[in-house]
C-alpha cells in the first residue's frame, strides 16, 4: 500500500532563516506531486506541483522554491523566510488525471 | 475559477442531516470530496465523475448534476466523528494529465452530543 511522509511535523523558525520541508512517497511510481499551504482556519493553497523529476510548477510567486531530485521525494525551501509564511504546509500525491489525492500528515510552520 | 460551497459553516446535533453544495461556474467532469478534521490532514472521501452514479462513503453520499455544474455532499444521521471541514475539488482549467484541483473554501461541520 501507499504511505506518503512529511518531516519535520512541527517547525518553529525565525524571520529570514531558510527552510527546507520533505516530502516522500512510498509504494507508488511516478506519481504526481504536490505542496499546499493552510493559513489558520482557511483554505488549501496550491504552491507547487510535479509531473516527474526536475518538473516543477509554480502556482503562486513568492519567495517559496520546489525541487524533486528523485521520483517520489519532493522538497520545498526557502532562503530566507517570512512572517506570512506561516501555516500548514501539506504534501500530496495523485496517479494521472482526475484522480484523487492523498495528503501526508503535514509540516506546522511558525516563523517568528 | 474556485469552486463555491455552501453553506460556510453548519452545527448539528447527531443523527441529524446536512447537505453541503459545491458549484462551479465552468463546465465540470469531475468533483472531489475531503473531509478534513481539526489539525489533520485533508482525507479523500469520493470522487464524483461525469455521468457517473451516486457515492457513498459510509452513511456520507454525494451527487453530482452536470447541467447545474453543482455537486452536494449528504450526511445521513450525523456522528460525532463527521466533525470536520469539508472541501470539494474541482480539476483545474488546463490540467491535463496533472491532477491539479482547485478547492472550495471549505464548510465547516460541527456535530454535538
Known amino acids: 500500500s501507499q504511505t506518503i511522509h512529511q518531516w519535520p511535523a512541527t517547525l518553529v523558525q525565525p524571520v529570514g532563516s531558510p527552510l527546507s520541508l520533505e516530502c516522500t512517497v512510498e509504494g507508488t511510481s511516478n506519481p504526481n506531486l504536490y505542496w499546499y499551504r493552510q493559513a489558520a482556519g482557511r483554505g488549501l493553497q496550491l504552491l507547487f506541483y510535479s509531473v516527474g523529476i526536475g518538473q516543477i510548477s509554480s502556482e503562486v510567486p513568492q519567495n517559496l522554491s520546489a525541487s524533486r531530485p528523485q521520483d517520489r521525494q519532493f522538497i520545498l525551501s526557502s532562503k530566507k523566510l517570512l512572517l506570512s509564511d506561516s501555516g500548514f504546509y501539506l504534501c500530496?500525491?495523485?496517479?494521472?488525471?482526475?484522480?484523487?489525492?492523498?495528503f501526508g500528515p503535514g509540516t506546522r510552520l511558525t516563523v517568528t | 475559477q474556485q469552486p463555491v460551497q455552501s453553506p460556510q459553516a453548519v452545527i448539528l446535533r447527531e443523527g441529524e442531516d446536512a447537505v453541503i453544495n459545491c458549484s462551479s461556474s465552468k463546465a465540470l467532469y469531475s468533483v472531489h470530496w475531503y473531509r478534513q478534521k481539526h489539525g489533520e490532514a485533508p482525507v479523500f472521501l469520493m470522487i464524483?465523475?461525469?455521468?457517473?452514479e451516486q457515492m457513498r462513503h459510509e452513511k456520507i453520499s454525494a451527487s453530482f448534476n452536470e447541467k447545474k455544474q453543482q455537486s452536494s455532499l449528504y450526511l445521513t444521521a450525523s456522528q460525532l466523528s463527521y466533525s470536520g471541514t469539508y472541501f470539494c475539488g474541482t480539476p483545474a482549467r488546463g490540467s491535463g494529465n496533472t491532477g491539479k484541483l482547485i478547492f472550495g473554501q471549505g464548510t465547516t461541520l460541527q456535530v454535538k452530543p
Open positions: 500530496a500525491w495523485s496517479l494521472g488525471l482526475a484522480a484523487e489525492q492523498y
Open positions: 464524483l465523475l461525469k455521468g457517473g
